[in-house]
């Protein structure tokens, strides 16, 4: 089996599509690499796999090999440069705990970021349907058994190399899917060799209604639940430092409490996760305050810095946040949630590794 060079397998799962599952395991492989793991992702999303887009590499394409197919490089073990002191992160963590002990005590100091100057980080790689196709917009319409035949094959004919954690990122509900992979690896893994999953929700009402369904396909099926993420709990405004709960906040703690499982922690909404991914810039933050300013000082100096956009057409700073070349992970260590994560991947660690 491909899998043979693979430690520890994690699921990522949820029973309710759009509470961020893709966004959750790129964060969780991106920080495990710079914890130093060599790390791959297996996308069987099948009908919307999002990981290629995420990831930078869909123009990339799977390379077929004697044996089976190659996963796709993201980026090699290297150690990365220094960041500079103004590109390091405003850890959004502090208005958000990132996780939770056993006990309920809170992790947050324990977790605070402690990267080192030159971190030395893991190679990622990743494998995904949408790697096969011929364009973005190429439709997948196909019944239950040729999906699960998919399913099977990317377990079965993946040429992994050797990886320290293998997150499979899955599509919504409990069906063909699901029940083709979980089949699979409890049947051709080795013994503990599927550390688990890692459930994911938002925290309104109605998608925890619908994961609490994932956390019993689970426990029918034999998976361990290794822990509960809130993904999109709150809103840090970058200008004013106001926290907002848009979709309400704590659903998810609650429901792992009900259940007994860890929760590992809340991600909250930030908008520079999205110039990271999809404009493939840097992410960059205002100083809480600076809009408000004193003295109406900080309205002055926006208002000059909209004087100055106008008479160069309307460029300026928004031409300075155009895509950045070099590694997604290394723009990663300035977004604000690579701090959250970091204590998220410390408490799953931990739990996997004992």
């Known amino acids: ?197 890692v459930i994911v929700t938002t925290p309104q009402a109605v998608a925890v209604s619908d994961v609490r369904k994932e956390v019993n396909f689970c426990r029918k099926v034999g998976v361990r639940v290794l822990g509960v993420v809130e993904n999109m709990s709150g809103f840090v405004c970058e200008c004013c430092g106001e926290e907002v709960s848009l979709f309400g906040k704590g659903g998810g703690e609650v429901m792992a409490g009900e259940f007994g499982v860890v929760f590992l922690g809340r991600v909250p909404v930030d908008a520079q996760w999205g110039v990271l991914v999809e404009e493939g810039g840097r992410p960059e933050y205002r100083e809480v305050g600076v809009v408000k300013g004193d003295g109406g000082m900080g309205d002055s100096e926006g208002e000059e810095e909209e004087e100055g956009r106008e008479e160069d057409g309307g460029e300026g700073i928004e031409e300075g946040r155009g895509k950045e070349e070099g590694l997604l992970v290394d723009r990663y260590r300035s977004c604000a949630l690579s701090g959250v994560f970091e204590g998220i991947t410390k408490h799953l660690v931990n739990i996997v590794e004992g």
């Open 1 to 197: 089996m491909s899998l043979s060079n693979v430690k520890h397998i994690v699921l990522v799962l949820s029973g309710k599509g759009g509470v961020g599952k893709s966004s959750i395991t790129t964060q969780l492989a991106l920080s495990l690499s710079l914890a130093g793991k060599t790390v791959g992702i297996l996308d069987i999303d099948l009908t919307g796999p999002s990981i290629p887009r995420l990831l930078g590499l869909e123009s990339a394409r799977i390379t077929q090999a004697p044996g089976g197919w190659l996963p796709c490089l993201v980026h090699p073990a290297q150690t990365l440069p220094p960041l500079p002191p103004q590109l390091q992160t405003q850890p959004q963590n502090e208005t958000h705990p990132t996780s939770t002990t056993a006990n309920g005590r809170d992790t947050e100091e324990e977790d605070q970021p402690t990267e080192p100057l030159q971190p030395k980080i893991g190679a990622l790689h990743a494998l995904s349907l949408a790697l096969l196709l011929p364009s973005r917009s190429s439709a997948i319409i196909w019944r239950g058994p040729k999906k699960t035949a998919m399913v099977r094959q990317f377990l079965t004919d993946a040429l992994w190399p050797a990886l320290d954690y293998l997150l499979i990122d899955t599509p919504p509900g409990t069906s063909d899917e699901h029940i083709a992979l979980a089949e699979t690896l409890l049947a051709s893994s080795r013994q503990h060799q599927l550390a688990g999953a």
